[in-house]
């Protein structure tokens, strides 16, 4: 697609569970990130991938966080154990060829009851 | 990266010029100024950076002072589109180690254009 696209758009989830939020970045970019946007906040850095590496986990807020980026694509952010704390937007951006702009998907809205 | 300095909210009558500053005193010698915005329930959106020389595209321009110490966002034609979050960063555009190019946003100023 043109852009960054994130599924699901809206996920409520129970205390305890775990939950999976995929990111589709833009065909060719190289570098992903996952940051997270509390109610009326602004964003908080999780995540970054270069290919399929990570280099820089530091954002990951507990061990019960962890991503995966396969084939330098899609990229899933896994939630164990969801806590209601860990309610906000999820969102992703990628960046690729000479540009350091970055393009953000749409967001996970993610709801913890 | 240079903290910035942003008031929270400013009004513009749709079809004015809408000039957003940004106050970042500490920022050094290969840090960029970058903007972005956020319209409401969507992803932030990338608007336009530069370094010393002021910059326009389709969307803004950036002015930047002669020492580098503040910024203007220009709208100059403001819709009611555009009313959202507008984000000033500082950033060297290459981290360098393991934090290449992630983004820290403050508070941002939240523009509303009216009719």
């Known amino acids: 697609g043109a852009g960054v696209s994130q599924s699901p758009s809206n996920k409520v989830t129970e205390k305890g569970k775990d939950v999976e939020l995929r990111c589709d970045p833009i065909?060719?970019?190289?570098?992903l990130y996952w940051y997270r946007q509390s109610l009326g906040q602004g964003l908080e850095f999780l995540i970054y991938f270069q290919g399929n590496s990570a280099p820089d986990k530091s954002g990951l807020p507990s061990d019960r966080f962890s991503a995966e980026r396969t084939g330098g694509s899609v990229s899933t952010l896994t939630i164990q154990r969801t806590q209601q704390e860990d309610s906000a937007v999820y969102l992703c951006?990628?960046?690729?060829?000479?540009?350091?702009?970055?393009?953000f998907g749409p967001g996970t809205r993610l709801t913890v009851t | 990266d240079a903290k910035t300095t942003q008031p929270p909210s400013m009004d513009c009558a749709e079809g004015r010029a809408a000039n957003l500053p940004c106050n970042h005193s500490t920022i050094s010698g290969n840090e960029y100024v970058y903007w972005y915005r956020q319209i409401h329930s969507q992803g932030p959106q990338y608007i336009i950076h530069?370094?010393?020389n002021n910059e326009t595209n389709e969307m803004a321009s950036l002015i930047i002072t002669e020492d580098r110490k503040s910024s203007t966002l220009i709208l100059p034609h403001a819709t009611l589109r555009d009313t959202a979050v507008y984000y000033c960063?500082?950033?060297?555009?290459?981290?360098?180690?393991?934090?290449?190019?992630?983004?820290?946003f403050g508070q941002g100023t939240i523009l509303t254009v009216h009719p």
């Open positions: 951006a990628s960046i690729g060829g000479s540009s350091y702009e970055q393009y």
């Open positions: 530069g370094l010393k």
């Open positions: 960063i500082v950033r060297a555009p290459r981290a360098g180690g393991t934090s290449y190019g992630k983004l820290t």
């Open positions: 065909s060719g970019h190289t570098a």
